[in-house]
């Protein structure tokens, strides 16, 4: 273990094949920054002189760490950005492409105009759309899909050719965030199971273990390790030992396959999860 100050990013860089990268910040345990405790990351898809980043970070110098790689390592002119979800820590670099095509979800654009003094939300996508969208760069269609889950207006982005899913939010290792205000427990299940059936080698999330990033990412039981642990606090939500249990009592199996890694900064989440479970029964 060691420690960093605040301000500190301690940015990698992954490349997962010819035209995926991953740029990762984290994980420091006892970092002022929650982001920082958890580790997450952004993707960026390039093709010549063009590159589609998906998320921006939401620190001071993540989003210009990458932008600047871009540039000094691809030649990057040409910059499109797809923000997955309106959170902070995914949109807060979009000013560094406040010139450039911007892509969300509708409600994306819409909930980040509602924080105008918050200054991750001041530049928010430019070109809107709910559902399903494609992006073509060069030879590589790049989907857009729309699952109502963690956030409203969620993206995941999916990858025909390489049947590759970068699912940002929606899939985390080890625990997913829940959010039960938004979107009933009933329809995010629905919508893992709809993800489950597309066609998909490989998953890869933001908030996730650098280590299997670069051993070549997740399979489908990353979905299903998601749906088991929110079903299981679902369904022990309204038990008296329920506040008691940690996360690793719900995803054991998951841990000792070696699918998830416990992370201990997880703690905070699991608690979060408590409380939007006993909320949601409430
Ligand atoms: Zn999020």
Partial sequence: MFQVKRGDIGMHSVKINEYLMFFYSGRFPEHAEFDMRLGGGCYVIHRGNRAIVIDTFGLAGQGDWVKDYMVSNHDTKYFTVVNTHWHGDHVGGNSLYKNDPIVGHTLTRDIMRQFPDDPKMTTQPNLTFEGRMD???????????????????????????????????????????????????????????????????????????????????????????????????????????FKNKLAQDYITKALNNGLLTWWEPYKEVHEMNVEAVEKFYS
């Fill in 135 to 241: 992006l073509w760069i060069e030879d590589i269609k790049v989907e857009l899909h729309e699952f109502k889950i963690h956030a409203l207006g969620h993206l995941a982005v999916y990858i025909p050719q390489d049947k590759i899913l970068l699912a940002a939010d929606i899939l985390e290792d080890p625990i997913c965030i829940f959010n039960f205000e938004d979107m009933t427990p009933e329809v995010q299940l629905s919508e893992f199971e709809r993800m489950m059936a597309m066609d998909i080698d490989c998953l890869l999330s933001s908030h996730c273990n650098l280590e299997v990033v670069k051993s070549g990412g997740y399979d489908k039981r990353f979905i299903s390790n998601m749906v088991d642990y929110m079903r299981a606090m679902l369904k022990e939500g309204r038990s008296g030992d």
